[in-house]
């Protein structure tokens, strides 16, 4: 454990960025971590099982998997392998190493060192004036817990996070102890990245989630990629895509970065990903410019309106508009008031380029769009998702083979844990349910979500957190003000399998909780058990841990939740906690009475492969309060800086899951051995008067004045889009203003951000 060094920047070399992704590189790379983290037996256990029907559901990502009898046998990708792994690894923290370091020295670290310290192994505990955890027992460490919970003046000054990692029956039990307990306060990751998709589908289909499914995907004449890097977020999805061009569908990649997962995929499980050039993926690119999404939607959605004129009958489906959709005429006519100028503005595209996409989509008649943050993390993100919306519906393309909506979501189970109830803002329906099937009466009050959640715990409104897996100091904006909120918090409590930064920013009273990890055999009372999750396609499965847990002291996410609502509550309500905690199949029968489409959860849910939710949008069911989808009217928004400003947008490097970097290195974007640059347009560069390699500190911007300040970054020029620029999250979320939200969903504007470029150092 002393040999793992804190890294710095000192050794960052640039390369030029790569043309395409995956090959023989990603197999060694993958198996290099891995066998850094493990032993060799342990990694070909760990990857024989993973993403297989009676194994281990990768927590990497939530793109499916493919059914039983087409699934291969190395179903997973590079950074899959490199997280599995990582969970796996045979580093332990125990309590001597919570001796030898404190907070204070932990809170210096970088996310990279915390998170190679290896497995949690037993609760810890920081008291009040304490610098130090120190061990502490279950009964006690849950009983300190609950007794913080008993004393609080309302149960709305709790604060329950969840991160997607997170199983569907746990997550179905933790919303049930807090909505028994008296709260809606039930902030989670989607708040910050796919809140605006939920937002703008709900609003138009009705249903907050995707509409396609993975042979969707395969057989679609035509596949819009925006906003989103598949080769480094999700990279299974490059078979997917290259399936797609196998079977003669189109790619159009929309994205203000050239990424190389958009370009050319080498598959490393085909002859010609290994020896020869792979398949190029993307037909056509849009270097657009950040947040020029909704404009090219307009623009493409009135030359679709000019071509039915020209040719009446022939463009738009009036057949599906007619019977299926209501806000038809009111959208027309203001889409026809698309002003081209605008839109050449806003997206930094020209004309010809517009109009080439255009005759694409009229010679496609099955189309999806895929999308990600580059879409929801701006302020107009949900008037851009519902213009995509917009564009798909002109011509019929929701609710049919090959075509729809498609949100991709990062966590393997985000999706899932909403559909479970994690929500601050659950329908009645849903409380009615719950109502029926445990006897109480849930509060109706809406919750808060992440950002109002921080804003709370400023305030001195909320004194208690609890988070149930992820890394929430640096997963959220505004990082100073973040971490301030917290420790204002009376207790702080964290239910982890690893080591990070959400650890040394604590509360008066902290609690450290280890919980097995996804690849972890769960037996409770000698009997084996498995929980499921829901992948971005509504495809619920089930996960089988394969590995000895890190160490007998840790309980599973269920068994924590469980007794930590048995201590809370008492017997002020009629849930049958030990039962959920001896046998995860009572669970399953219980949320097949509450949540819709689970019925007969336990049997179908055993069988390879699980089931597929239904998604009433693919029936032609709209449950909006118009009984029908919704045509929209958005009105043109552009982003736009100052002069000698730029928009930044926080991203993440090939070598990190979510907030932890597995490596200081970012190979397809030709970045090694440094985390803290950021990539500028060389035009840009001279234009503000830097040059390539030059140490600059980032300042953002905000309305009202305040300036937030990431020091010591190196520029690299790059080819991003004019007017831009991109750097590494989490280290820029400290640009990221906590009320600088999207309309309507009150995402982080992470991927908008307006920064000024100043030598290091520079303080004004």
Same mark, same amino acid.
């Given at each position: 454990?002393?040999?793992?060094?804190?890294?710095?920047?000192?050794?960052?070399?640039?390369?030029?960025?790569?043309? @395409?992704?995956?090959?023989?590189?990603?197999?060694?790379?993958?198996?290099?971590?891995?066998?850094?983290?493990?032993?060799?037996?342990?990694?070909?256990?760990?990857?024989?099982?993973?993403?297989?029907?009676?194994?281990?559901?990768?927590?990497?990502?939530?793109?499916? /998997?493919?059914?039983?009898?087409?699934?291969?046998?190395?179903?997973?990708?590079?950074?899959?392998?490199?997280?599995?792994?990582?969970?796996?690894?045979?580093?332990?923290?125990?309590?001597?190493?919570?001796?030898?370091?404190?907070?204070?020295?932990?809170?210096?670290?970088?996310?990279? @060192?915390?998170?190679?310290?290896?497995?949690?192994?037993?609760?810890?505990?920081?008291? !009040?004036?304490?610098?130090?955890?120190?061990?502490?027992?279950?009964? /006690?460490?849950?009983?300190?817990?609950?007794?913080?919970?008993?004393?609080?003046?309302?149960?709305?000054?709790?604060?329950?996070?969840?991160?997607?990692?997170?199983?569907?029956?746990?997550?179905?039990?933790?919303?049930?102890?807090?909505?028994?307990?008296?709260?809606?306060?039930?902030?989670?990751?989607?708040?910050?990245?796919? /809140?605006?998709?939920?937002?703008?589908?709900?609003?138009?289909?009705?249903?907050?989630?995707?509409?396609?499914?993975?042979?969707?995907?395969?057989?679609?004449?035509?596949?819009?990629?925006?906003?989103?890097?598949?080769?480094?977020?999700?990279?299974?999805?490059?078979?997917?895509?290259?399936?797609?061009?196998?079977?003669?569908?189109?790619?159009?990649?929309?994205?203000?970065?050239?990424?190389?997962?958009?370009?050319?995929?080498?598959?490393?499980?085909?002859?010609?990903?290994?020896?020869?050039?792979?398949?190029?993926?993307?037909?056509?690119?849009?270097?657009?410019?950040?947040?020029?999404?909704?404009?090219?939607?307009?623009?493409?959605?009135?030359?679709?309106?000019?071509?039915?004129?020209?040719?009446?009958?022939?463009?738009?489906?009036?057949?599906?508009?007619?019977?299926?959709?209501?806000?038809?005429?009111?959208?027309? /006519?203001?889409?026809?008031?698309?002003?081209?100028?605008?839109?050449?503005?806003?997206?930094?595209?020209?004309?010809?380029?517009?109009?080439?996409?255009?005759?694409?989509?009229?010679?496609?008649?099955?189309?999806?769009?895929? @999308?990600?943050?580059?879409?929801?993390?701006?302020?107009?993100?949900?008037?851009?998702?519902?213009?995509?919306?917009?564009?798909?519906?002109?011509?019929?393309?929701?609710?049919?083979?090959?075509?729809?909506?498609?949100?991709?979501?990062?966590?393997?189970?985000?999706?899932?844990?909403?559909?479970?109830?994690? @929500?601050?803002?659950?329908?009645?329906?849903?409380?009615?349910?719950?109502?029926?099937?445990?006897?109480?009466?849930?509060?109706?009050?809406?919750?808060?979500?992440?950002?109002?959640?921080?804003?709370?715990?400023?305030?001195?409104?909320?004194?208690?957190?609890?988070?149930?897996?992820?890394?929430?100091?640096?997963?959220?904006?505004?990082?100073?003000?973040?971490?301030?909120?917290?420790?204002?918090?009376?207790?702080?409590?964290?239910?982890?399998?690893?080591?990070?930064?959400?650890?040394?920013?604590?509360?008066?009273?902290?609690?450290?909780?280890?919980?097995?990890?996804?690849?972890?055999?769960?037996?409770?009372?000698?009997?084996?058990?498995?929980?499921?999750?829901?992948?971005?396609?509504?495809?619920?499965?089930?996960?089988?841990?394969?590995?000895?847990?890190?160490?007998?002291?840790?309980?599973?996410?269920?068994?924590?939740?469980?007794?930590?609502?048995?201590?809370?509550?008492?017997?002020?309500?009629?849930?049958?906690?030990?039962?959920?905690?001896?046998?995860?199949?009572?669970?399953?029968?219980?949320?097949?009475?509450?949540? !819709?489409?689970?019925?007969?959860?336990?049997?179908?849910?055993?069988?390879?492969?699980?089931?597929?939710?239904?998604?009433?949008?693919?029936?032609?069911?709209?449950?909006?309060?118009?009984?029908?989808?919704?045509?929209?009217?958005?009105?043109?928004?552009?982003?736009?800086?100052?002069?000698?400003?730029?928009?930044?947008?926080?991203?993440?490097?090939?070598?990190?899951?979510?907030?932890?970097?597995?490596?200081?290195?970012?190979?397809?974007?030709?970045?090694?051995?440094?985390?803290?640059?950021?990539?500028?347009?060389?035009?840009?560069?001279?234009?503000?008067?830097?040059?390539?390699?030059?140490?600059?500190?980032?300042?953002?911007?905000?309305?009202?004045?305040?300036?937030?300040?990431?020091?010591?970054?190196?520029?690299?020029?790059?080819?991003?889009?004019?007017?831009?620029?991109?750097?590494?999250?989490?280290?820029?979320?400290?640009?990221?203003?906590?009320?600088?939200?999207?309309?309507?969903?009150?995402?982080?504007?992470?991927?908008?951000?307006?920064?000024?470029?100043?030598?290091?150092?520079?303080?004004?």
């Amino acid at each position: 454990m002393g040999t793992i060094e804190d890294p710095a920047d000192d050794h960052l070399t640039v390369t030029p960025p790569k043309t @395409w992704a995956v090959g023989l590189p990603a197999v060694t790379n993958a198996l290099r971590y891995s066998l850094q983290q493990t032993s060799a037996r342990r990694t070909a256990l760990t990857l024989l099982n993973v993403n297989q029907t009676s194994g281990i559901d990768c927590p990497g990502c939530a793109w499916p /998997e493919p059914d039983a009898k087409h699934r291969h046998r190395q179903e997973y990708c590079e950074n899959g392998a490199k997280h599995i792994n990582d969970e796996a690894t045979t580093r332990r923290i125990t309590a001597d190493f919570f001796a030898r370091h404190s907070v204070s020295e932990l809170d210096g670290k970088s996310d990279y @060192w915390l998170n190679q310290q290896g497995r949690l192994t037993e609760p810890m505990v920081k008291r !009040p004036g304490s610098d130090h955890y120190e061990p502490i027992g279950w009964g /006690e460490a849950l009983g300190l817990l609950a007794g913080e919970l008993a004393r609080l003046d309302s149960p709305d000054e709790a604060l329950f996070y969840t991160s997607g990692r997170v199983s569907n029956e746990a997550a179905f039990l933790l919303q049930l102890f807090a909505r028994a307990y008296g709260t809606n306060n039930l902030p989670d990751c989607s708040n910050m990245c796919h /809140e605006s998709s939920g937002s703008a589908l709900q609003e138009t289909l009705g249903v907050g989630k995707g509409s396609v499914s993975l042979d969707d995907i395969h057989h679609a004449d035509l596949i819009f990629v925006v906003g989103q890097n598949p080769g480094t977020n999700h990279p299974r999805m490059l078979s997917a895509l290259e399936q797609t061009k196998r079977n003669g569908g189109h790619i159009v990649a929309v994205n203000p970065l050239p990424e190389a997962g958009l370009m050319r995929f080498k598959n490393p499980q085909r002859p010609r990903g290994v020896i020869g050039r792979g398949t190029a993926l993307a037909d056509q690119f849009l270097q657009i410019r950040l947040g020029g999404d909704l404009a090219l939607f307009q623009a493409l959605n009135l030359l679709l309106l000019q071509a039915e004129e020209d040719e009446p009958g022939s463009v738009l489906d009036h057949g599906f508009i007619d019977a299926h959709t209501t806000g038809f005429a009111e959208f027309a /006519e203001h889409a026809r008031r698309t002003d081209w100028d605008d839109v050449l503005r806003a997206t930094g595209l020209t004309r010809d380029e517009i109009e080439q996409v255009h005759e694409r989509v009229l010679r496609s008649r099955s189309v999806i769009v895929c @999308w990600a943050m580059g879409l929801t993390q701006h302020k107009h993100g949900v008037p851009t998702i519902r213009e995509v919306v917009n564009f798909l519906m002109l011509r019929g393309n929701i609710g049919r083979p090959g075509a729809g909506v498609c949100p991709v979501r990062g966590h393997s189970n985000v999706q899932g844990d909403r559909t479970m109830g994690i @929500w601050e803002r659950m329908p009645q329906r849903f409380l009615d349910a719950l109502e029926r099937e445990f006897g109480f009466t849930p509060p109706t009050r809406h919750g808060w979500d992440t950002v109002d959640s921080i804003r709370a715990m400023r305030d001195g409104r909320a004194k208690v957190f609890v988070g149930v897996a992820g890394n929430f100091v640096r997963a959220a904006p505004d990082s100073e003000l973040t971490e301030a909120a917290l420790r204002s918090c009376r207790l702080t409590a964290h239910v982890s399998t690893k080591l990070n930064r959400s650890h040394t920013v604590c509360g008066d009273t902290a609690l450290i909780l280890p919980t097995l990890g996804r690849s972890d055999r769960d037996v409770q009372g000698g009997v084996e058990q498995f929980v499921t999750v829901e992948d971005s396609m509504s495809q619920v499965h089930a996960s089988r841990g394969r590995l000895e847990p890190a160490s007998e002291k840790l309980l599973s996410e269920v068994a924590i939740i469980s007794r930590l609502a048995r201590r809370t509550l008492g017997d002020r309500v009629d849930i049958p906690w030990e039962r959920f905690e001896a046998d995860y199949g009572t669970i399953r029968d219980r949320i097949s009475r509450v949540v !819709p489409g689970f019925e007969d959860y336990n049997t179908r849910a055993a069988r390879p492969g699980g089931f597929r939710l239904p998604n009433p949008v693919n029936q032609g069911v709209f449950n909006t309060p118009q009984g029908k989808a919704v045509f929209t009217r958005n009105g043109f928004e552009m982003l736009q800086a100052p002069p000698g400003h730029l928009i930044l947008q926080t991203l993440r490097s090939h070598d990190q899951w979510n907030t932890i970097p597995y490596a200081m290195n970012d190979r397809y974007r030709g970045i090694h051995g440094g985390r803290r640059i950021v990539l500028v347009n060389p035009a840009d560069l001279e234009a503000l008067g830097f040059a390539d390699g030059s140490e600059v500190d980032l300042v953002s911007v905000w309305r009202d004045g305040t300036e937030r300040r990431a020091p010591d970054f190196r520029l690299v020029s790059y080819p991003t889009t004019l007017g831009s620029a991109a750097a590494y999250y989490p280290e820029t979320n400290v640009l990221v203003p906590l009320d600088s939200v999207a309309d309507i969903s009150n995402t982080p504007t992470s991927k908008g951000i307006v920064v000024r470029l100043e030598p290091a150092g520079t303080r004004i």
